[in-house]
């Protein structure tokens, strides 16, 4: 085919292929175990799947309605206002999207203008940027402490101009499985107050929490709750990353603006599926359970590493371990997780990716929502490294 040789102006010239896939196509060549991309190793409910072949057998095969099918915005009133005793009114205030990454995107340019400016804790999931940036933002980088990797309320305020249009908020918090705490939330909210700071709080893996941690969603508090945008994620919460179906909440003249860029985005996410999800939902343990499920996998990863040369850094929510492995060598974080993907055969994801400037702490993240005999295979030979 032949080349177009006009002049092109990318909106995104620093942005090349995603780690994720990068690290899991050398996974794939190498033959290795695969701890790098967030995505499980073992089957989802077999009622669920059930579920989604009872709706399409019914005939929900066509489009959804743009906000999603009532019944699962009905489900998801009754879960919030259940679980942290808030209520969004299910046909003004929430919205099912085609994934969490399309409701961030989505979100991100329902609000952000030219010239705005976004704030972005980091290390930082890789989308926020670029959807910043597509939409002619201007990103601010705000670091997390290592290695608790805890905000600095201190900074945060010193960062915020006239022309703060967002801040996004990440917890439990990927990559580094961090959580924020209610005293986090009201220092927060003191911060933003009076402010007319849209706030945008990526909570997908809010029922992954571990370690007897209370999750502490921002719809909890109001005066927070009323400029920000809620996100999470179905696929993250019942080990279906391949269907792609997430939500928004928020507060109904920031979901009008949100619907107004959502409709031409996707328009409706899978109907079949919203369906099977909407009755999944009305038992509470598939959702309640996770945590103890989850945390399980995490024992049993940081166990079996007991006797290796890595440093453990503590995670209590997702589904990732750090491991700090500066005992074993002084390589950048790209190097070392290339050579133990290739030598090896355990693929990891370099933390250093999640930031701007490649920030070096020597130190990888492996994803845990794996069979055990994965995990444990994956410890045995990192256990096994003594020297590089």
């Given amino acids: 085919m032949e080349l177009f040789n006009g002049t092109i102006k990318s909106k995104l010239p620093q942005t ?64 919030f206002k259940k679980q942290y005793g808030t209520h969004y009114d299910p046909d003004k205030e929430i919205n099912i999207t085609a994934g969490a990454t399309q409701a961030l995107f989505t979100a991100i340019s329902a609000f952000i203008r030219e010239g705005d400016e976004a704030i972005i804790f980091e290390p930082a999931y890789d989308s926020y940027a670029p959807a910043v940036l597509t939409n002619g933002g201007t990103v601010k980088y705000a670091s997390l402490k290592f290695p608790d990797f805890s905000i600095n309320w201190d900074e945060l305020p010193r960062m915020i101009t006239n022309r703060t249009r967002l801040i996004i908020i990440n917890s439990p918090h990927n990559p580094t499985g961090s959580t924020l705490s209610e005293d986090d939330l009201k220092r927060f909210e003191r911060i933003t107050k009076g402010t007319d700071i849209i706030v945008i709080s990526d909570e997908v893996y809010e029922h992954l929490i571990f370690d007897g941690i209370q999750h502490q969603s921002i719809c909890m508090y109001p005066e927070l709750a009323s400029r920000s945008l809620l996100i999470g994620s179905f696929g993250k919460t019942f080990h279906a990353t391949g269907w792609k179906t997430g939500f928004v909440l928020a507060p109904e003249n920031l979901m009008a603006e949100f619907r107004k860029v959502h409709q031409f ?18 038992n509470e343990d598939h959702y309640k359970n996770l945590a103890p499920f989850f945390q399980q996998k995490r024992d049993l990863f940081v166990k079996a590493l007991s006797k290796s040369a890595f440093k453990i850094l503590p995670t209590h929510g997702t589904y990732f371990q750090l491991l700090d492995y500066s005992n074993l060598t002084d390589m950048p974080e790209i190097e070392f997780a290339q050579w133990l993907t290739k030598e090896h055969k355990v693929a990891a994801i370099p933390v250093s990716s999640f930031y701007q400037r490649k920030e070096n702490h020597q130190v990888l993240r492996f994803c845990f929502a ?18 590089v």
């Fill in 265 to 282: 985005v996707v328009f409706a996410a899978n109907t079949p599926i919203q369906m099977a999800i909407a009755n999944y939902l009305q």
């Fill in 370 to 387: 794996k069979t055990e005999e994965t995990l444990l295979e994956a410890a045995a030979i990192l256990s096994d490294i003594k020297s």
């Fill in 16 to 79: 090349g292929t995603s780690v994720f896939a990068v690290m899991s196509q050398l996974a794939k060549d190498h033959s290795a175990i695969n701890l790098s991309q967030g995505f499980p190793d073992f089957p989802i409910s077999e009622e669920l799947i059930d579920l989604v072949h009872y709706y399409m057998r019914k005939g929900y095969n066509q489009y959804a309605p743009m906000p999603g099918v009532p019944e699962l915005r009905k489900a998801l009133s009754h879960l």
